[in-house]
C-alpha cells in the first residue's frame, strides 16, 4: 500500500514538471485566496490584541466622559454625523467641582503634544516625545503603574509643581541607564524633577506610549496655549455595584454644565472598558467576515481552475491511461494517482499562500508597530480549505480518469 502510495507520488510530480507553467498559474490562484485568508485575519488578530491589551489595565469601575459616545466613528450611509462641542477646560474644571459621589475620584487629562523634544543636560531627545497634562487622579483611573518613584499628590497638582513622570523608554533615550528619579529635564525651557518612572505599556499604532512624559496639568496649560483642546475626564468608582448609578450623575451634571434642556440629546459621549472592547470585537467581526468573503470568492475560483487544469491532464494523457489499465492497473489506482496529483498542486498553493499572508500580517503589525501573533487558527483553516478544494476539484477528474475503457484509451491520438 505504502509502495504504491509513493508511485501515485512520483507519476504526479512528473506530470506536474512536465506542465510546470500551467501548474504554477493555478498554485497562484489557489495562494491568492489563502493569502486574503490568513493575512487578513492575522493583521485583524494582532490589531484586536492590541488594543484589548490597551484596554486591560482600565478597570471595569471607571467610566471615561469624552467628546462623542463611541471611541470607534463610523461613517457612510448617506447620514450626517453630528458635531458636538469640545470637552473645554472650563468643562472638567466645573465637573471636578460640583460632581460628588461616594468613593468616587475624577481623572482629568489632555495632550499637549506628541512631538516635544526633552533636554537632560548636554543630552536631549528626537522631537518625538509625547507630554501630558494630567490631574493627580490620572494615574489610578487609568490603570497606570509606577515603576519607581512616586506619582503626583493633590499638593503637587493644586501648587502647579515642576515634577514629572517619564515613560520607560525615556531611561535609556535621556538618561543612558542612569536612575532618572532626581534628575532634571527641560521642556521649552522650563525645567522638571523628575519624581516617577512609568511602567512599560508599548507601542500602539506607531505611537510609542512609552515615550512621553506626564506633567501637572496646570503647568502643560501655561506651556502649550493650543486652541480648541479637548480634555478627557475619567471617574472612577470603588464600588462596583454603584457604577449606574455614579454614571446617571455624570450624565445629569454633564447635561446641565452644557446647558441642555430636557428635550436635547446629550452633545458628549460616557463610555465604559466593556462597550469599548464592544466596539472592538464588531470592527474585528466585520473585518474577518470581509477577509471570509474575498477567501471564498477566490477559492471558488481557483477550485474551477484546478478542477479545469485535472480535466485537461486527464484527457492529455489518456493514452498513458490506457496503457497503466493494459498493464493491469486498477480503477482505484488509477483514481488516486489524479487525486494525489490534485491534493499537491492545493497543498503547494496553500503553503506558498500561507506564507504570504503571514508576511502580510507581520508587515500590518510592523507599519503600525504592534504585536505580530502567529495566526495559528487561519493557519489550520487554511490547510483544511485547501484539502477541500482538492477533494471538490479532484473527485470528478480522478472519475473520469478511472472510467476510460482501456482499449478506447489506447487507440486515442
Do not use: C
Not at 374 to 383: L, Q, S, V
Not at 391 to 397: D, N, R
Request: neutral net charge.
Amino acid at each position: 500500500m505504502i509502495g504504491l502510495f509513493r508511485e501515485n507520488v512520483s507519476i504526479a510530480q512528473q506530470s506536474i514538471r512536465s506542465q510546470l507553467l500551467r501548474t504554477i498559474l493555478t498554485v497562484f490562484i489557489i495562494a491568492i485566496g489563502i493569502t486574503a485568508l490568513v493575512g487578513i485575519l492575522s493583521a485583524v488578530n494582532a490589531l484586536e490584541r492590541t488594543l484589548s491589551d490597551g484596554f486591560t489595565d482600565i478597570g471595569t469601575n471607571t467610566f471615561n466622559i469624552q467628546r462623542y459616545s463611541q471611541t470607534f466613528q463610523r461613517s457612510g450611509g448617506g447620514e450626517v454625523r453630528k458635531i458636538n462641542p469640545i470637552v473645554s477646560y472650563t468643562d472638567v474644571r466645573e465637573f471636578e467641582d460640583n460632581y460628588s459621589f461616594p468613593g468616587a475620584q475624577v481623572g482629568v487629562s489632555f495632550q499637549a503634544t506628541s512631538q516635544a523634544e526633552v533636554k537632560s543636560e548636554d543630552r536631549k531627545t528626537k522631537p518625538k516625545v509625547i507630554v501630558t497634562g494630567i490631574n493627580e487622579h490620572f494615574i489610578s483611573n487609568s490603570g497606570t503603574k509606577i515603576l519607581d518613584g512616586r506619582a503626583f499628590s493633590a499638593s503637587d497638582i493644586e501648587n502647579n509643581s515642576r515634577v514629572a513622570l517619564v515613560g520607560s523608554d525615556m531611561e535609556d533615550a535621556l538618561f543612558q541607564g542612569l536612575n532618572p528619579i532626581g534628575q532634571t529635564i527641560s521642556i521649552r525651557g522650563n525645567k522638571f524633577t523628575v519624581i516617577g518612572l512609568l511602567e512599560e505599556k508599548g507601542s500602539t499604532f506607531g505611537n510609542n506610549v512609552d515615550l512621553r512624559v506626564l506633567i501637572p496639568i496646570g503647568v502643560a496649560r501655561s506651556i502649550y496655549t493650543l486652541p480648541n483642546i479637548s480634555y478627557d475626564l475619567s471617574v472612577k468608582v470603588l464600588n462596583q455595584q454603584l457604577m449606574d448609578a455614579a454614571k446617571d450623575k455624570a450624565t445629569l451634571l454633564m447635561r446641565s454644565i452644557r446647558g441642555l434642556t430636557p428635550v436635547e440629546e446629550d452633545n458628549f459621549g460616557i463610555i465604559q472598558r466593556d462597550e469599548l472592547m464592544s466596539s472592538v470585537d464588531e470592527i474585528s467581526i466585520a473585518l474577518n467576515a470581509a477577509a471570509i468573503i474575498i477567501s471564498v470568492i477566490t477559492i471558488f475560483g481557483s477550485s474551477i481552475a484546478l478542477m479545469n487544469i485535472m480535466l485537461v491532464s486527464v484527457t492529455e494523457r489518456t493514452r498513458e491511461i490506457g496503457v497503466r489499465k493494459a498493464l493491469g492497473a486498477k480503477r482505484n489506482t488509477i483514481s488516486w494517482q489524479f487525486f494525489i496529483e490534485t491534493l499537491l498542486i492545493s497543498q503547494y498553493g496553500s503553503l506558498l499562500g500561507i506564507v504570504l499572508g503571514v508576511l502580510i500580517g507581520y508587515a500590518v503589525s510592523a507599519g503600525f508597530e504592534i504585536t505580530f501573533v502567529i495566526p495559528w487558527t487561519a493557519i489550520i483553516w487554511a490547510t483544511i480549505i485547501s484539502i477541500v478544494i482538492a477533494i471538490f476539484s479532484g473527485i470528478i477528474p480522478a472519475i473520469k480518469a478511472s472510467r476510460l475503457d482501456p482499449i478506447e484509451a489506447l487507440r486515442y491520438e
